[in-house]
């Protein structure tokens, strides 16, 4: 059975970073995009990043552009969304979630922000950003 199990939340101070990751058991990533998204109280999920396992390819909501850095150890089934500078308003419950990286013969192409894609989530990790 595909799980998806995220670690490495906790509470940062601003301007702290964070090392998040996203474990992955009972299917290999190499064919999937998988995606990092958020949810702040109050607020709707939104997507932060997501990156190709194929090709590690990635795309960066502007939100999370220049701070955040996805990166990908194929070997061990996972995925890590480094986080830098944070702010307060990056206080949220992260969840990473994966879906299927579409092919056109042998071109995959680049993962999508579209969390409609994504069928499987994992639980999430709180990360709260406080003085």
């Known amino acids: 059975q595909l799980q998806l199990v995220e670690s490495g939340g906790g509470l940062v101070q601003p301007g702290g970073s964070l090392r998040l990751a996203c474990a992955a058991s009972?299917?290999?990533?190499?064919?999937?995009?998988i995606g990092w998204f958020r949810q702040a109280p109050g607020k709707e999920r939104e997507g932060v990043s997501c990156?190709?396992?194929?090709?590690?390819?990635?795309y960066y909501a502007d939100s999370a552009k220049g701070r955040f850095t996805m990166s990908r150890d194929n070997a061990k089934n996972t995925v890590y969304l480094q986080v830098n500078s944070l702010k307060p308003e990056d206080t949220a419950v992260y969840y990473c979630?994966?879906?299927?990286?579409?092919?056109?013969?042998?071109?995959?192409?680049?993962?999508?922000?579209?969390?409609?894609?994504?069928?499987?989530w994992g639980q999430g990790t709180q990360v709260t950003v406080s003085s």
């Open positions: 990156i190709s396992m194929r090709t590690g390819s990635t």
């Open positions: 979630a994966a879906a299927p990286l579409y092919y056109s013969g042998s071109y995959s192409y680049p993962c999508t922000p579209d969390q409609g894609e994504y069928d499987d």
């Open positions: 009972g299917f290999t990533l190499d064919h999937y995009a």
